[in-house]
């Protein structure tokens, strides 16, 4: 889903979402939402608590000026089998429905040579 980035469309408040990998680490999030903020600034707190886990996951977000819409992408940030596959997901409010974090666009896979 896609929300323009200079309005809110979150409830304020405290969010929490979790990050698991294959290993079966697991680790929550929590991000408050204030008064004030833009979805812009929402993705940006879940991008700085993702990335500061330690969980070998990293977050950006792809922002397109001309439309003013921007998305949340989240990636393997290592390169063992592991940490390639993770999971995110809710466990109060609703940040990772909404950003579709939890979408996965490309599967983990391994390097082959032929």
Do not use: P, W
């Amino acid at each position: 889903m896609s929300f323009k980035d200079d309005a809110l469309d979150f409830a304020t408040g405290e969010h929490s979402f979790e990050i698991s990998t294959a290993d079966g680490e697991v680790q929550r999030l929590d991000i408050t939402v204030s008064e004030g903020d833009t979805n812009i600034d929402v993705r940006r707190k879940m991008a700085d608590a993702v990335n500061y886990s330690g969980m070998g996951v990293q977050a950006d977000f792809v922002r397109d000026s001309a439309s003013g819409y921007s998305s949340l992408v989240l990636k393997s940030s290592t390169t063992c089998e592991s940490a390639t596959r993770f999971n995110v997901r809710d466990i109060s409010g609703s940040l990772v429905y909404y950003t579709a974090s939890d979408m996965v666009t490309q599967q983990a896979q391994n390097a082959k040579y032929t």
